[in-house]
Every structure is written in C-alpha cells, then in structure tokens.
C-alpha cells in the first residue's frame, strides 16, 4: 500500500476555545463536593500541548476574557510550550468555563460558554498573520457549534479548495450534543470534515450522525474527499483511510483514569506522524501512545512515556504490539 500524501512540515496552528474547569476533588458526585480543583480544557489546545510534548511547534489561537481564569489558561498552555502570542483579551467576555460532574454511570460535563470571548471569533481571524506561516491548521466540530460567527470561522476556513489551501487543514468531528440545536449536526459537520483534508472521528460518533450500521469503510465512502480520514473504535482499534489503501492498528492495553481528552491526544500523535513522515501504521500507533497519557489522569493532559520508550514502542512488530501495556508514562505487558 502506498499513502504518499503527507502535509507539509511546520507549524500546526490550533484554534478554539479553551476553558477554565472544575472537577470535584475527590472525585464525586458535584452536588456532595466540599472541594472543586481547578484545569484548563479545550479541544484544540489539547491537541496544541501534546504537539508540542512531541517536539512540533505549535500556536494555539483563539480569545480569553480579562480575568483570573483566562490568565489561569494562558499560564497553562506557556508552561506546556504552546505559543500563545497571538491569543487575544476580550474586555468584555468572559472566560468560557465547564464544570465536570463525575457518576458511577460516567462524567457529564455542564457547559458555561455562551457568550465567552472564544464564541466571539469569526472569519477575520483567518487573515491573522499567524496562519500565513502555517503547515497544517486544526480545528474541530466543537467551534461551529459555539456561534453563529463561530460557525461562519470554520466554513470560511474550509471553503477555499484543498488544492488552492497554503496550508493543510485537520478536522476532528468531536461532536457535542448539548452545543448544537437540535437536528443540525449530522449536515453541518458532514459537510465541513468532507472539506478537510485530514478528518478524525469516533466510529459511536459517526454512528450516531450518520448512521448505526456504520463501519470504518463505510464512513469513509461518506466522506470521500479528505486525503485522510481517521476512524477511531473506542478501546479497541482505530482505522486511517486514504484513497491508496487503509491501516488498522489494535488500542495497546491501557487502565482508564478518565477518558476525556483522549480522543485530543490520540490527533495530536497521530498528525505528529504524519509530520515526520512515519507511514499510517506507526503514526496509527504514536495516535495511540498519546491517548494512553490523557487516560492516565483526571485533567485532560498527561505526561508522554519517555522519547526512547515511544522510539522502542514504534518498533514493535505487530505480534508484539498486542501485547503490550502503555499507561501514560509507564509501559509493560498486557499480562503482567
């Protein structure tokens, strides 16, 4: 099989909003919490401070309102070696916050964004000098659910054709119900991952837009234009689709702390390979690797296995994959 496109080296540009978040420390129902401890969450500045755990220079781009909490984000994401330079200060925005409210049954997490400075973000961002030097731009389906001029940022982006792009775009679907009115999602987010030329989605997700009897294959005859799209199956494998030929490469053994953020990590290691040059299987893998930080930890980003580890990790041969156990920093076999 030959998956010769790759997107340019360089730069990946994140935008999006991030938040300010609060857990209930210890974990707990939030209506019993004593305690509440405070994080940072955000989709697209996520996949920013994995890529750059993994040596890729990245700018996360987006507002934060003039507050305690917006600073609390901008603090974050320079300690974790995001460029945050360009990130603007909304005077009379607030900070978008999220509170998260764990179950025996999972976590659900309540939203307070409406009206945050990110959901203020429109086209004219596509004209900041920060995209000019760009290799590849990510964004995700949470941003065109945000607003009106949110949603006209994202269309805009994806209207220009592939082929007449200067820079790459990743889309990942990450469709969140509670943001979008009722029975808009399944078209808007089918149109704009068809627009990108890298698409990542959850095959539940997909399921759930799209169709219940979906598989991987069938996802991408739906979505027939991006040069790459990226299937993943929970726990159990993920599938990259390209017009040459398909990979699909088993989810190591790996205990869940908290899911979220995974989803975030597995595309920022993903596209990392992409960026190197690795073929789909290895990046297949490093997607993985990535993931299995961010499920390792309470907060959305956990820390990455030592470069050597992931180098010896990348290296397995298949049969030695299977058997194997990542737990964000810390690698064994599945049967120990």
Known sequence: MTDSWRPPRGRVVCI????AALAPTPSGPLADADHLSLSVAGAESNVAMYLA???IESTWLSALGDDPLGARVRAVLAAAGVDIAHVTTDPDRPTGLMLKNPSPAGTRVHY????SAASALGPDLLDHKALRTAALVHFTGITP???ASCRELVTHALAVPAAER??????DVNHRAQLWPEATAPHVLHDLADRADIVFVGLDEAQELWG???TPTAVRELLPAPRVVVVKDGPREATALTPAGSATVPAPHTPVTEPVGAGDAFAAGFLTGLLRGEPLSRSLRLGHITAASALSVTGDHGPLPPHSTIDRLLDLTDEQWKNVRVAGGGVGR???
């Open 16 to 19: 999006g909003e991030t938040m």
């Open 53 to 55: 755990d993994h040596g």
């Open 112 to 115: 307070y964004r409406k009206g």
């Open 145 to 147: 659910a945000l607003s």
């Open 166 to 171: 200067p820079h790459a775009i990743s889309f």
């Open 212 to 214: 219940a009897h979906l």
């Open 334 to 336: 599945a049967d120990k």
